[in-house]
């Protein structure tokens, strides 16, 4: 059964950094392409960056050039790193995993809360 676990979230001042992780079980991760995605309250949920297992990289036009997508895949590890946090940052931020085969795995999500 795959399982997503997401931590590193918090409360952070405008321009501070987080590093968001988000460990994987019962997969074998580098068959997988990855993804951070976020929901902010009364908003739709929204791609934040991916990875594919080959590592090509994709960004929404929000974040590109202040956060940074990578993976572990021996430790079946992946990670979100954010700098220049704005308060437009605030939200859950959810890992994903999709198969070969498209299927789907979620995380719990993490809060990020981005404040004075």
């Known amino acids: 059964q795959v399982q997503l676990v997401e931590s590193g979230g918090g409360l952070v001042q405008p321009g501070g950094s987080l590093r968001l992780s988000c460990a994987a079980s019962g997969i074998t991760l580098y068959l997988y392409d990855i993804g951070w995605y976020r929901q902010a309250p009364g908003k739709q949920r929204e791609m934040v960056a991916t990875i594919s297992r080959g590592g090509a990289t994709k960004y929404s036009d929000a974040v590109k050039g202040r956060f940074t997508i990578s993976r572990d895949n021996a430790k079946k590890l992946m990670f979100l790193q954010m700098n220049s946090l704005e308060p437009e940052d605030t939200a859950v931020y959810y890992c994903?995993?999709?198969?070969?085969?498209?299927?789907?795995?979620w995380g719990q999500g993490t809060q990020v809360t981005v404040s004075l």
């Open positions: 994903n995993a999709l198969s070969p085969l498209k299927v789907e795995s």
